[in-house]
């Protein structure tokens, strides 16, 4: 399984950006996509995923970015969107894709996907 990010870029602070991430290969079923980041110096952190249950999908997101980013999903493309509005430089970091995938020959197995760096900077 293969993640391929993008859209990371360099803003301004109060704009957007809008990251994406599909996931290709050897797919059963995706339980879980979603983005962390890690700023310089500091450690890795989650943005936001979103969970695929029995009943409904679930969306998890880091207090920092709440009512700020949205995370959206396009099953149909094994892909998932990281709107990002509002941007603060404390915003900057690089952003990675990470998904859960289930196959019926390996299980559930984590991947990541490349970073992408995105820089909000006046």
């Known amino acids: 399984v293969q993640l391929q990010a993008s859209g990371g870029g360099s803003v301004q602070p109060g704009e957007s950006l809008r990251l994406s991430c599909k996931a290709s290969?050897?797919?059963?079923?995706?339980?879980?996509m979603g983005w962390y980041r890690q700023a310089p110096g500091k450690a890795r952190e989650l943005v936001a995923t979103w969970t695929r249950t029995a009943t409904t999908d679930i969306t998890k997101y880091a207090d920092s970015v709440k009512g700020r980013f949205t995370i959206s999903r396009d099953k149909s493309n094994n892909a998932v969107y990281l709107q990002m509005e509002s941007l603060k430089p404390e915003d900057t970091a690089v952003y990675s894709c990470?998904?859960?995938?289930?196959?019926?020959?390996?299980?559930?197995?984590?991947?990541w996907g490349q970073g992408t760096l995105v820089t909000v900077s006046s």
């Open positions: 990470t998904a859960n995938v289930y196959t019926y020959s390996r299980g559930s197995v984590d991947y």
């Open positions: 290969g050897d797919i059963t079923i995706i339980n879980v």
